[in-house]
């Protein structure tokens, strides 16, 4: 299969020229980091469901990818550092539309304000792994989920802080080299697990559990709620 979003060096297409895996690596989180921590100045409000990640990965990636706001064309086969050999089921992209705006409804549906803090990262994050699953991009789909799901919970009555997710984003190691914690993309990917695989839930919603916490004991934030 023939990717149209990788160079013949094997490289995603970018606009900063770069031929190298961890450079570009590199370079998406430091642009990235910025634009993330200014999520919120990107107009979403009464935006139709299919344009809302459009326009949040566009912000994000603008400055690196010529296709940044543009759902994926072709098909995603990504391997899982947590399960070798498997690649999550992403939608296809004939229907990506339908089943973002497919999850973003159910996710209007729920009545959040009932639940306490612990059920809603619980049901949150399942929710959300499910709307990750549908994976709109080539690249950058983690960050948009992220975004969204902050744009959401402080919408809806729950605010989260999006410094603490974004020092989850990469895997921490040991000095042995061992995993001593799981990046948010591999809490993710066990979370979008079909209901017949057995699911882990629980370490996303940690995540964001922790989230809700760090927003709420922060000082500086104060003025966002």
Not at 144 to 166: E, I, L, N, Q, V
């Amino acid at each position: 299969m023939i990717d149209p979003y990788v160079d013949e060096n094997g490289v995603l297409k970018n606009k900063l020229n770069i031929t190298n895996d961890e450079e570009l690596n590199r370079a998406e989180a430091d642009i990235g980091f910025i634009q993330l921590i200014s999520i919120d100045s990107v107009e979403i409000d009464n935006c139709p469901p299919k344009e809302i990640f459009k326009r949040l990965h566009k912000h994000i990636f603008k400055d690196i990818f010529d296709w940044a706001g543009e759902y994926r064309t072709c098909p995603l086969i990504k391997e899982e550092f947590i399960f070798p050999g498997y690649t999550v089921p992403y939608s296809s992209s004939r229907c990506i539309p339908k089943d973002l705006q497919s999850h973003i409804f159910n996710l209007e549906l729920i009545d959040w304000s009932s639940m306490s803090q612990r059920e809603i990262a619980n049901v949150f994050a399942r929710k959300m792994a499910l709307l990750w699953k549908v994976h709109p991009f080539r690249d950058g789909n983690t960050r948009t989920t992220m975004s969204y799901a902050c744009r959401f919970a402080k919408d809806h009555g729950f605010p989260m802080d999006m410094k603490t997710f974004t020092d989850n984003l990469m895997r921490v190691y040991g000095e042995d080299g061992r995993v001593i914690r799981h990046s948010i993309r591999d809490k993710f990917v066990i979370a979008s697990l079909d209901e017949k695989d057995l699911p882990e839930v629980r370490p996303l919603a940690a995540v964001f559990e922790k989230a809700m916490n760090n927003y709420r004991n922060t000082p500086a934030r104060q003025y966002h709620k």
